[in-house]
C-alpha cells in the first residue's frame, strides 16, 4: 500500500532522473564537509557555519548548485546507511511535483533503512490504509514522527528535500514548513531535515513563523569561481581526451585566459559553466568550434544589460536557422506546460520523428532529447523555463506572448480537425 503511495522517481538515486547532476570532484568541499557535520550531528558548539537546528534551508538562485549540493550529500550518507530519506521535487511532474507524494515516499525509505522502524509504519498502514490521503501534517506525525518515538532512535536521521519551490504551489509549500516546524517544535526526535530551494519570499517568510524560527538555519549557498575553474578545466581535459577530433588540437585546450574569462562569467550561475561544457560536449560537432560559438557569446547580443546565463541561453537558440523558430516555439511550448513523449509531440504538431531531431539539433546543451520515441523530452535546468516565460530576457523566444499561444491551439485545432471521422459529423 505504502509502496503505491510513493514517488521513486523522487529517489536521489531514481533512475528517472540518471544522471543526477552533484558536485565535480574536488568542488563545493567545505560545504559538503559542514553539511556532513550537521547531518551527523556533530556540529561544535562553536561553528560559525551551522548551528544545531534540525531543520537546514539551504537556498540560492537557480542554476546555483542546489541539486548537485543536495544529491552528493545523499550519496555519501546512503553509502554510510545513514540517509533517512530523500526527495527531489520537479515542476510539473506528475509524481515528483505532488506534494502529496513526499511523507509517504520518506516513509517508505525509512522502513527500509531502519527495520525498527518498518514495523510501526507497516502497522500504521494497516490500521489506516487511506493514512496516505490525509493532510500533510498528519502524514508526517503518522508515518513519521510516531514511528521514530517508538523506535527510540539512537542517532540523528537526515532527511533531504530538494527543490521545495518546485512543488505543486506556494501555499503547500507552506504548508510542508508549517507541518515540520509545528512537529519537530512538540518534538524531541533526532530527525533533521534539509530544504533546498530558490530564496522565494513566501519560503523565507514561513520559516520565520514562530514555530520555525528558532528550529531552523538558513545557509546562502555562495558559489566559489574556484571550484567553478577546476570543474571547467576537469571537464575540458576529459573533452580533449574523449573526442577523436580533438587528437590534433594542441595542450592546453583551451587556454588558461578562456578558462579564466568563462569562470568569471559564471557569475552566480553554476548552471552557466554546466551548460557550456553541455554544448561543447556535442558529439556531433567539433569541439572547438563550438568553443569560437561560446566566445562569441556577448558580441553578437546586442543588449548589453543581460547577465551571462541569458546571453548563452540566447546564444544557443539563435543557432536554430531562423525557418525553424516557429516550429521551435510551438515545440518548447508543449515540452513546458506537458510532460509527453517524444511521438507524442511530433504527432500534435504533424512532424515526423527526423523533422523534431532536426529542429532541436543543437539545443542539446539545453534540452534532453531522447534517442527514442517513447521517452519524455525535458529541459536540463529549470532556469531554461524561467528565461523562456520572461520576455524581457528571451526577446524573440518568448513563449508565453499571445502570438505564440494562438499558433499552438490553431496548429493543435489543425491537427485534430484532420484526425476525426467526418462520418461522425
Known amino acids: 500500500m505504502l509502496h503505491r503511495a510513493t514517488a521513486g522517481d523522487a529517489f536521489h538515486d531514481s533512475g528517472e532522473r540518471y544522471p ?74 506528475p509524481s515528483r511535483g505532488d506534494a502529496k507524494k513526499l511523507f509517504p515516499t520518506i516513509a517508505y525509505q525509512l522502513a527500509v533503512l531502519l527495520p525498527e522502524l518498518k514495523q510501526h509504519i507497516s ?34 536521521v537526515p532527511i533531504v528535500i530538494d527543490g521545495l519551490d518546485e512543488c505543486d504551489g506556494e501555499h503547500v509549500q507552506q504548508a510542508i514548513l508549517r507541518a515540520i516546524g509545528n512537529a519537530l517544535s512538540q518534538e524531541n526526535l533526532p530527525i533533521l531535515f534539509l530544504l533546498a530551494s530558490r530564496p522565494e519570499a513566501h519560503i523565507g517568510e514561513t520559516l520565520a513563523e514562530s514555530c520555525l524560527a528558532e528550529n531552523h538555519r538558513a545557509l546562502n549557498i555562495r558559489q566559489s569561481f574556484e571550484d567553478v575553474r577546476k570543474y571547467l578545466e576537469a571537464e575540458f581535459d576529459r573533452i580533449h581526451r574523449e573526442h577523436q577530433t580533438m587528437t590534433a588540437v594542441p595542450l592546453p585546450w583551451p587556454e588558461a585566459e578562456i578558462v579564466q574569462r568563462i569562470t568569471q562569467d559564471s557569475s552566480d550561475y553554476f548552471i ?67 510532460t509527453m513523449p517524444l511521438r507524442d509531440i511530433c504527432g500534435l504538431l504533424q512532424l515526423q520523428v527526423r523533422q523534431l531531431h532536426l529542429i532541436l539539433r543543437g539545443l542539446h546543451s539545453v534540452l534532453d532529447v531522447p534517442g527514442d520515441d517513447w521517452h519524455n523530452v525535458s529541459a536540463h535546468h529549470a532556469s531554461f523555463w524561467d528565461f523562456l516565460n520572461d520576455p524581457a530576457r528571451s526577446g524573440p523566444f518568448h513563449i508565453g506572448n499571445a502570438q505564440c499561444r494562438k499558433n499552438l491551439a490553431f496548429q493543435l485545432l489543425k491537427t485534430l480537425s484532420s484526425n476525426l471521422d467526418p462520418n461522425t459529423w
Open 20 to 93: 543526477q547532476p552533484q558536485c565535480h570532484l574536488d568542488t563545493r568541499t567545505s560545504l559538503l564537509k559542514d553539511l556532513l557535520k550537521w547531518a551527523h550531528g556533530s556540529v561544535s558548539d562553536h561553528s560559525t557555519l551551522l548551528e544545531r537546528q534540525p531543520i537546514l534551508w539551504l537556498y540560492g538562485p537557480a542554476g546555483s548548485g542546489k541539486s548537485a549540493v543536495a544529491q552528493s550529500l545523499c550519496q555519501t550518507l546512503a553509502e554510510e546507511g545513514r540517509l533517512g530519506g530523500s526527495f527531489f521535487f520537479k515542476r510539473g511532474h
Open 123 to 156: 502497522h500504521t498502514i494497516e490500521n489506516d490504509p487511506a493514512i496516505v490521503d490525509r493532510s500533510l501534517s498528519t502524514q508526517l506525525h503518522e508515518l513519521i514522527l510516531n514511528p521514530c518515538r517508538k523506535s527510540r532512535l539512537a542517532h540523528p
Open 272 to 338: 552557466y559553466a554546466a551548460t557550456i561544457i553541455k554544448f561543447i560536449d556535442d558529439k556531433r560537432f567539433h569541439p572547438s568550434d563550438r568553443l569560437d560559438v561560446i566566445l562569441g557569446v556577448g558580441h553578437s547580443i546586442s543588449e548589453p544589460a543581460l547577465n551571462p546565463l541569458d546571453q548563452l541561453y540566447l546564444q544557443i537558440l539563435s543557432g536554430v536557422p531562423e525557418d525553424f523558430h516557429p516550429r521551435l516555439l510551438q515545440i518548447l511550448m508543449l515540452v513546458r506546460e506537458c
